[in-house]
Each structure stands twice: as C-alpha cells, then as structure tokens.
C-alpha cells in the first residue's frame, strides 16, 4: 500500500478523515474534479457520484480509494447544516467501494461550478506502488 493514513495525537481528531497521508509510492495520479451526470439535485446523491467516478477514474490506471492521498471537495453554497448530506454521500459511496475512503481533504464552498445542476464536485491525487 502507497498510503498510510495518520490523525496525529497533537491534532483534534475527526471521524469523517485523517489529518495526514503519508505516500511511499513512486506513481502520481491526478484526477480532476469529478461532478454528477445522472441529472439529480439531491446533495448526498451527486456526493455518492462524484466518490464512484473518482474511483473509477482510479481503477482505470491500476488504483482504488486506498490510494488516495489527498482530495479537495468543491460544494456549491455551502453551509454547515449541509454536512449531513456530504456525510451521507461519502458513506454511500464507501458501502458500494467496500472501504471508508478517509483521506485528508479539503472543503470549500463555492458560488458556482460549470453548469447549474452541479453541486459538488470532487478532485483527487493518489500514489501508486
């Protein structure tokens, strides 16, 4: 395994990922940001969606979530009554994928993405052995 996830003692800990990822792999791999085609206007729904393409993104070149050091996570008016939802999508996609994607990441909020209908939209790099 190219990763190994870390929540330091010295850092608050929290559930939904870990604070650090340690790559000792030797392949980048950028995905860029991931959003929902599927049409729907449900949060949890284009997160579940946006998780699956990263992954399949990741399959095609020989990796998986487990390979995922770092994501950055765009949402579309953000406020935090709306981590529920986030939280929901992720885990979704964790139930479909067999593991707990965790890696550290980063949430913004965003006035817009590139068309209306998305939400969310979520970008990834990972390191392969």
């Known amino acids: ?37 599927s049409g729907t206007n449900d949060l949890a729904a284009q997160v579940e969606e946006c998780y699956l ?12 979530f487990d390979d995922v050091a770092k994501l950055n996570v765009h949402v579309v008016d953000w406020t935090p009554d709306k981590m529920p939802q986030l939280l929901d999508g992720i885990a979704r996609a964790g139930a479909k994928l067999g593991s707990t994607p965790v890696p550290p990441a980063t949430l913004l909020g965003v006035a817009a993405l590139d068309v209306p209908e998305h939400l969310v939209e979520v970008e990834a790099t990972a390191v392969l052995d």
């Open 53 to 64: 393409n990263v992954a399949a993104a990741l399959a095609e070149v020989g990796g998986s």
């Open 1 to 37: 395994m190219a990763i190994t996830l870390v929540n330091p003692e010295a850092l608050p800990k929290i559930d939904a990922y870990r604070q650090v990822s340690v790559a000792s792999g030797t392949k980048l791999v950028f995905v860029a940001g991931q959003v929902a085609w």
